[in-house]
């Protein structure tokens, strides 16, 4: 025992550092244990809209001059609390959501699981991760 407490007083920011990341860990964990949403790839994504999923782009008007997926309805992420009655009619379908990156469309999908979908999912790397992949992009 005396042992322990020689090393965590002659190594005070290795032993502090070793709660802050055991902390991270918990807490990311956590969050994924209590995520109701799934991430998915691109490809698991394609699997889905041959399936007749419903496809929502909550990038902003910007973002849209990349292209965006075919059949996808857009609903900005800034005003998407306004706007989520117009999508209630897809709450039996399943959803998938996606934005630039993915940060945006995963705080999305835990807004639409609160609000009843049924299945919802979030692509991971949003649309960057699809168009690296080569997937088809309809550009208007």
């Known amino acids: 025992m005396q042992d322990y407490l020689n090393f965590i007083s002659n190594n005070p920011v290795l032993f502090s550092l070793f709660f802050v990341i055991l902390a991270f860990i918990i807490f990311h964990e956590f969050r994924n ?22 496809i929502l782009d909550v990038r ?17 992420y800034s005003s998407f609390k306004s706007s989520i009655d117009s999508i209630k009619k897809y709450s039996d379908k399943p959803t998938i959501v996606y934005c630039k990156s993915g940060v945006r469309s995963s705080s999305i999908s ?22 690296s992949e080569n997937l088809p992009v309809v550009k208007s």
């Open 33 to 54: 244990f209590t995520q109701k949403f799934t991430s998915i790839s691109p490809q698991e994504a394609v699997f889905l809209i041959n399936k007749d999923a419903f």
């Open 60 to 76: 902003e008007k910007t973002e849209l001059e990349q292209g965006s997926i075919k059949n996808s309805k857009h609903i900005s």
């Open 110 to 131: 835990n807004i639409l699981t609160k609000n009843n979908f049924d299945e919802v999912y979030s692509i991971k790397g949003g649309f960057e991760a699809w168009v």
